[in-house]
């Protein structure tokens, strides 16, 4: 199936570790961009005589404009990211999208979102756009309760700390959980694998949506425990796989 293509022109590029680069993008031949809070795009580009398409979360919400951000990884011997995270200010890409169906439930229940690494991307969407505000001046979470706990190795690879920090801050029905699985000794906070903290959270509870997204070793764990240890319904368990 053929995609109709359209051009981001890199407008801000912001080393977040690194390897990894926050990314943003305008679309030049519309004005405004539309998509769902967790969907992706598809980047195509040439190389050599044929093309590779790789796809990526959008890591903003959905703005009343054409931009869009992405977060992601240089890979070595990768050719997409390494050709996005050369991309200078004013130089474009082809992409195709929105595409995709990881995305926010109509039922306004409480919800933990899980990441690790550049999963994190579409959970910043949907953060993000849980608490703007829409059309009628109320904000979108609805008063739900949102838990985001995001694992990583280290501490330097912990992405967007400071604007989850003040969204916690802000709102206290944001729980932003940060936890190193190789923490330094001066580390205070928390510590160990994501499925322990999610453990922690849901209690006794299945009357809440946990989306997962990461590499699979980690989705898998996380659904293991929610679906066979736990007994929760597979429906309440929404994941995306990025490996």
């Known amino acids: 199936m053929e995609h109709n293509l359209l051009t981001a022109r890199l407008v801000k590029s912001v080393l ?54 992405l977060c992601l990884n240089r890979v070595d011997e990768g050719f997409m990211s390494n050709f996005l995270c050369d991309r200078e200010l004013g130089d474009t890409a ?49 008063g739900r309760q ?31 959980v940060a936890t190193l699985s190789r923490a330094p000794a001066d580390w205070t906070g928390n510590r160990g694998y994501v499925q322990e903290h999610v453990y922690k959270i849901v209690g006794s509870r299945k009357d809440v949506h946990v989306y997962i997204c990461g590499l699979n070793e980690m989705v898998s764990s996380v659904r293991r425990l929610l679906i066979e240890e736990c007994g929760w319904e597979k429906k309440r368990v929404i994941y995306e796989r990025y490996d």
């Open 16 to 69: 977040l570790s690194e390897k990894t680069k926050h990314l943003e993008f305008e679309v030049e031949e519309v004005s405004s961009f539309d998509f769902l809070a967790g969907q992706f795009i598809s980047v195509r580009e040439p190389r050599g005589d044929k093309f590779v398409t790789r796809a990526y979360s959008i890591a903003s919400p959905p703005r009343a404009n054409n931009t869009f951000d």
């Open 94 to 142: 082809r992409f195709h999208g929105p595409h995709g169906l990881f995305v926010l439930k109509p039922e306004v229940e409480d919800v933990i979102f899980v990441a690790t690494g550049t999963g994190i991307a579409p959970f910043r969407s949907m953060v993000q756009h849980l608490f703007g505000m829409d059309g009628s001046g109320q904000q979108r979470h609805g």
């Open 146 to 176: 949102v838990w985001l706990v995001y694992g990583t190795r280290y501490c330097e690879d912990v992405y967007y700390k400071e604007e989850f920090e003040s969204l916690t801050a802000e709102h206290p029905n944001f729980h932003y």
